[in-house]
């Protein structure tokens, strides 16, 4: 298995669609588990998606 950079995965504010990065919440042997920040940083909403989730979510 190759050891490669993981990049940090992406999170969408829903109301405003501010793109975040994820925060780090573990480590594991594969790399490291991500999970959405508590809120929005620029609206204060609390519905953030995975971004690769995002162009799904239409409506
Ligand atoms: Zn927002």
Known sequence: MAH???PPEKYV???C???HAGTVSKRTD???QYEAPAEC???GGTDL???KEWPHFTG
């Open 4 to 6: 490669a950079p993981e």
């Open 41 to 43: 940083g620029c609206c």
């Open 49 to 51: 998606i995975p971004e």
């Open 17 to 19: 669609q501010t793109m």
């Open 30 to 32: 594969s790399g490291h």
């Open 13 to 15: 504010c829903t109301a």
